[in-house]
C-alpha cells in the first residue's frame, strides 16, 4: 500500500446475539420529502408478508419513527445489551433515541462525533434477534450520520426517497453520488408526495406539477420503484401512532428492491 492509498474502513460488527439477513439504508437528499415515512411502510410491507423486520432510527436528531408507531415503552437492558422495542400489532422492532429520553420532545443537542457513535452503538449494542429485514432511516442529507452508515455498517442497498420538485431531485443526485463513491448498491428510488387523489372523483392532483423522478432514475441508471401519494389517511394515522394500520396498493409496488437483493445474494 502506498502513502497515498488509505485503508479502507471496516465494517462494525453486530451484537452476538444477532443475526441480519438483508440491511436497507433509506435516504434522501433532503428534509421534507417523507422519508421516516416511507421508511415505515417498507417495514410494515415486509412484516405483514412474513418477514420479520426491524427499524434503526439513525436520525438521531429528528427521530420520528416512535410517534409513527406509537410506541413510548423505554428498551430493556441486559449484560449483553440493549433489547429494541416491539411494535403492538405487527411486532416490528424498533431502536430509536427518542426511546432513550426522559420525554419525546427533549431536544438532542450534539455535535456530529456524538451523533456518529450513537449510530454505530445502535448497530453494535442491540440486540436485534434473528431478522430478514433491518430498515435504518437515515436522517437527510450526506453529513456524519449517513456516512456512518454507509461507510461501517455492512449495507445490503440503500432506497433513496424523492419528492416531485427539481429541487428536491437535484438533492437527489448528490445522494446518489455519494453513494457510488462508497460503493453501496442502490436498490431504487422511490416518489413520495406525488400527487393527491380527489376523493369525490378520484382525479389525481399533481400539487408540485408532474414527477419527473421516473426519468431521472432512467437517466441515472437506477431502478425506479414507484410514487406514493399526499394521503390525508396516513397523516392522521402518524399523529395518531398507528401507521400500521396503513392500507394502500402503492405500498406494495415499491417492495419490488426485495428481488434485486435476493439477485444480488447470489452473486
Given at each position: 500500500m502506498t502513502k497515498t492509498e488509505k485503508s479502507p474502513i471496516e465494517k462494525l460488527p453486530t451484537n452476538e446475539l444477532s443475526s441480519i439477513k438483508t440491511v436497507i439504508a433509506v435516504m434522501s437528499g433532503k428534509g421534507g420529502v417523507g422519508k421516516s415515512t416511507v421508511t415505515s411502510l417498507l417495514a410494515i410491507s415486509s412484516a405483514r408478508k412474513g418477514d420479520k423486520v426491524g427499524v434503526l432510527d439513525a436520525d438521531i436528531t429528528g427521530p420520528s419513527i416512535p410517534k409513527m408507531f406509537g410506541i413510548k415503552d423505554k428498551p430493556d437492558n441486559s449484560e449483553f445489551g440493549i433489547y429494541p422495542v416491539k411494535t403492538s400489532n405487527l411486532g416490528i422492532e424498533i431502536m430509536s433515541l427518542n426511546l432513550l429520553l426522559a420525554k419525546e420532545d427533549d431536544p438532542v443537542i450534539w455535535r456530529g462525533p456524538l451523533i456518529a457513535g450513537a449510530?454505530?452503538?445502535?448497530?453494535?449494542?442491540?440486540?436485534?434477534?434473528?431478522?430478514?429485514?433491518?430498515?435504518?432511516?437515515?436522517?437527510?442529507?450526506?453529513?456524519?450520520?449517513?456516512?456512518?452508515?454507509?461507510?461501517?455498517?455492512?449495507?445490503?442497498?440503500?432506497?433513496?426517497?424523492?419528492?416531485?420538485?427539481?429541487?428536491?431531485?437535484?438533492?437527489?443526485?448528490?445522494?446518489?453520488?455519494?453513494?457510488?463513491?462508497?460503493?453501496?448498491?442502490?436498490?431504487?428510488?422511490?416518489?413520495?408526495?406525488?400527487?393527491?387523489?380527489?376523493?369525490?372523483?378520484?382525479?389525481?392532483?399533481?400539487?408540485?406539477?408532474?414527477?419527473?423522478?421516473?426519468?431521472?432514475?432512467?437517466?441515472?441508471?437506477?431502478?425506479?420503484?414507484?410514487?406514493?401519494?399526499?394521503?390525508?389517511?396516513?397523516?392522521?394515522?402518524?399523529?395518531?401512532?398507528?401507521i400500521e394500520e396503513y392500507e394502500n396498493e402503492n405500498i406494495e409496488k415499491i417492495t419490488s428492491f426485495k428481488i434485486l437483493v435476493k439477485e444480488e445474494s447470489k452473486e
Open positions: 449510530v454505530r452503538q445502535f448497530w453494535t449494542d442491540v440486540i436485534w434477534g434473528d431478522l430478514d429485514y433491518l430498515f435504518i432511516d437515515l436522517p437527510p442529507g450526506t453529513g456524519d450520520a449517513p456516512l456512518t452508515v454507509l461507510q461501517q455498517i455492512p449495507l445490503d442497498g440503500l432506497i433513496i426517497v424523492s419528492s416531485p420538485q427539481d429541487l428536491a431531485l437535484m438533492v437527489v443526485k448528490k445522494a446518489v453520488k455519494m453513494a457510488e463513491k462508497l460503493n453501496v448498491a442502490i436498490l431504487g428510488l422511490i416518489e413520495n408526495m406525488s400527487y393527491v387523489q380527489c376523493p369525490e372523483c378520484g382525479k389525481k392532483i399533481q400539487l408540485f406539477g408532474k414527477g419527473k423522478s421516473q426519468e431521472a432514475a432512467q437517466k441515472m441508471d437506477i431502478p425506479f420503484l414507484g410514487s406514493l401519494p399526499i394521503d390525508p389517511v396516513i397523516a392522521r394515522l402518524c399523529d395518531e401512532g398507528r
